[in-house]
């Protein structure tokens, strides 16, 4: 099942400027969670937001939540070069069971 | 160091050849997880373990096989049976089941069935 598809699948910027990627779910969710993935790595897990909140800071990091929407948001400011990476969301599709639903990713290239 | 360890990194095997991948952790988790991934794709979840000597299928258990006999340890076997086996593997854990925790992962290993 497929719960969080992500939004661009790729996206390509310049050193400085904002990366902003979006997440849209279908089911109700109690939180969700981004994750990052360098090329050939496991994931490393950014930000948990619960669905009683609407935003959440993490150094650049800032994740916004719209239940109405079923939608959330990751903007990484001021971007670097190592940014680069795979973004995924993932979600609990409401608490069924132990599982979390990751999306397809969206693909960042930050270019010095 | 507390983490997550597979191994090996890359894997080669024939058709037709049961292979396991080893899944390691020392950081006294509950739960750990197996999930494959395909070019271009999310992460799809293979096998899940919520406490030792218990397992639940995922999405896409078909021609893949677990055991959880230690707390630290939880073994993926692709079988002959799994159709399409080359992928990218990845192990996971948390502390405590359920997905309102934070998940960690291993650096992956690398099937290729030929």
């Known amino acids: 099942s497929q719960q969080g598809e992500e939004d661009p699948q790729a996206l390509s910027i310049q050193e400085g400027e904002n990366a902003t990627m979006n997440c849209s779910y279908k089911?109700?969710?109690?939180?969700l969670q981004w994750y990052r993935q360098n090329s050939g790595r496991g994931l490393v897990h950014l930000i948990l937001?619960?669905?009683?909140?609407r935003e959440k800071h993490s150094g650049r990091l800032r994740v916004t939540l719209d239940t109405s929407k079923k939608s959330s948001s990751l903007l990484i400011t001021a971007s670097r070069a190592a940014d680069t990476a795979s973004y995924f969301c993932a979600t609990d599709e409401g608490n069924q069971g132990g599982k979390l639903i990751f999306g397809q990713g969206t693909e960042l290239s930050v270019k010095p | 160091d507390g983490g997550i360890t597979q191994s090996p990194k890359y894997l080669f095997r024939k058709e037709g050849q049961n292979v396991t991948l080893s899944c390691e952790q020392n950081l006294n988790h509950d739960a750990m997880y197996w999930y494959r991934q395909d070019p271009g794709q999310g992460l799809r979840l293979i096998y899940y373990?919520?406490?030792?000597?218990?397992?639940q299928k995922g999405d896409i258990a078909e021609g893949y096989s677990v055991s959880r006999e230690k707390k630290e340890s939880f073994p993926l076997t692709v079988t002959s049976a799994q159709k399409n086996p080359t992928a990218f593997y990845l192990c996971a854990s948390s502390i405590v089941p359920g997905p309102s925790y934070e998940q960690y992962f291993g650096p992956g290993t690398r099937l290729t069935v030929t």
């Open positions: 373990s919520q406490i030792v000597n218990d397992f």
């Open positions: 937001i619960r669905s009683n909140e």
């Open positions: 089911t109700s969710i109690n939180n």
